[in-house]
């Protein structure tokens, strides 16, 4: 199993506003397929994510869960790992309006 190690090889706590990805590490089977090439890692920050939330909102109408909007601002960000035409499957899992209170605070503040 893969986990966030600092330099010393102790676990560090994952920093993330979604509560379904706030764990530092990975189980044994994505941590296989990332070893062997079938799998890449990413990620995306905060801002990255809340602004995929944003676009997402305003071009389908749809409020997607943090957990979700991370996958929707790694495609949004990196525009060159995919070709034109080519398609994306995002599952949207979750619900965006568990999130709303925090969306909310990130946009408007307290």
Known sequence: MQLLQDEH?????????????NYPGRGP??????????????Y???????????????????LPALETAHALAYVLNHPEEF?????????????GDKDLEMIMRYFYGD
């Open 9 to 21: 090889g102790q676990v560090k706590p994952s920093k993330t506003r979604a509560a379904g990805l």
């Open 29 to 42: 089977e994505i941590s296989h397929l990332c070893e062997i090439g079938r799998v890449k890692a990413c």
């Open 44 to 62: 995306a920050f905060d801002r990255e994510v809340f602004e995929a939330v944003r676009i997402t909102c305003k071009a389908e109408g749809l």
């Open 83 to 95: 070709s034109r035409g080519e398609v994306v499957v995002i599952n949207f899992s979750g619900r």
